[in-house]
Nanobody, 126 residues
Framework: QVQLVQAGGGLVQAGGSLRLSCAAS????????VGWFRQAPGKEREFVAA???????????DYADSVKGRFTISGDNAKSAVYLQMNSLKSEDTALYYC????????????????WGQGTQVTVSS
């Protein structure tokens, strides 16, 4: 069982930055992929970014086109924490953000992630 606890988020003006964190309790993220997803009112939950770890410190990342170049996902497997640094925020980034974990490699499909955080609101004012 993996429990994910999120922190961060809040209200920021367009162009500003926020950092989200996701911590796992009871285990590390070894052999897991950790993703960030978001859901805006009236819209489906969508993939934002994900990270997984390979051998010898190698890690893999993936980003949605809408956030590439503005958001950065990072993680510390030893600390069981994953972060999403969000820069140059836009009003369309306003959503409820979730971290999620799945055993195995990165995929973008929401339904394949078994463990979910509680969600944290990000609101970008224009």
């Amino acid at each position: 069982q993996v429990q994910l606890v999120q922190a961060g988020g809040g209200l920021v003006q367009a162009g500003g930055s926020l950092r989200l964190s996701c911590a796992a309790s009871g285990r590390t993220f070894s052999n897991y992929a950790v993703g960030w997803f978001r859901q805006a009112p009236g819209k489906e939950r969508e993939f934002v970014a994900a990270i997984s770890w390979g051998q010898a410190g190698v890690y893999f990342t993936d980003y949605a086109d809408s956030v590439k170049g503005r958001f950065t996902i990072s993680g510390d497997n030893a600390k069981s924490a994953v972060y999403l640094q969000m820069n140059s925020l836009k009003s369309e980034d306003t959503a409820l953000y979730y971290c999620a974990a799945r055993y195995g490699t990165i995929v973008r499909t929401t339904e394949t992630y078994r463990y979910w955080g509680q969600g944290t609101q990000v609101t970008v004012s224009s």
